[in-house]
């Protein structure tokens, strides 16, 4: 019994670390500049206070999906669509082009932008992880 739940633990945990590690990768592909640069090159801190916005964003409804799942192919249809909404999310702030464009102020620097990027991030994650409680 106690292995058999600890091999469901490592089947769950082991797939969300898999779902965070794409959304890792997609996440710098929807968004209009070069994340693991401005992060790790440029130590562009609120480029590094988005990301890691958006990976508390993901792990919210992950979280969410992990305690309501029937089983695991439930755990992974809602951790899918939880990750693909943050990706949406990211692609369409990041995208919108005005005076107050993230893409911009994230490649400048600006770490109130960076803040807010996260904080949106978080607040999608929230309702994403409360729409998923039925």
Request: charged share 10%; glycine share 6%; proline share 1%.
């Amino acid at each position: 019994m106690l292995f058999g739940s600890f091999l469901f633990f490592t089947l769950f945990f082991l797939s969300a670390i898999l779902i965070v590690a794409m959304f890792l990768y997609l996440y710098a592909i929807v968004t209009p500049y070069d994340d693991y640069k401005l992060i790790f090159q440029e130590n562009n801190s609120a480029a590094a206070i988005g990301f890691g916005g958006a990976i508390v964003g993901l792990c919210i409804p992950l979280y969410s999906a992990l305690v309501s799942s029937v089983s695991y192919v439930d755990f992974i249809i809602w951790a899918t669509v939880a990750m693909i909404i943050q990706l949406l999310f990211a692609l369409i702030i990041t995208r919108v082009k005005s005076r107050f464009s993230f893409e911009k102020l994230i490649n400048d620097g600006l770490v109130s932008a960076g803040i807010l990027m996260a904080f949106l991030s978080i607040s999608i994650g929230l309702l994403n992880a409360g729409s998923m409680s039925y």
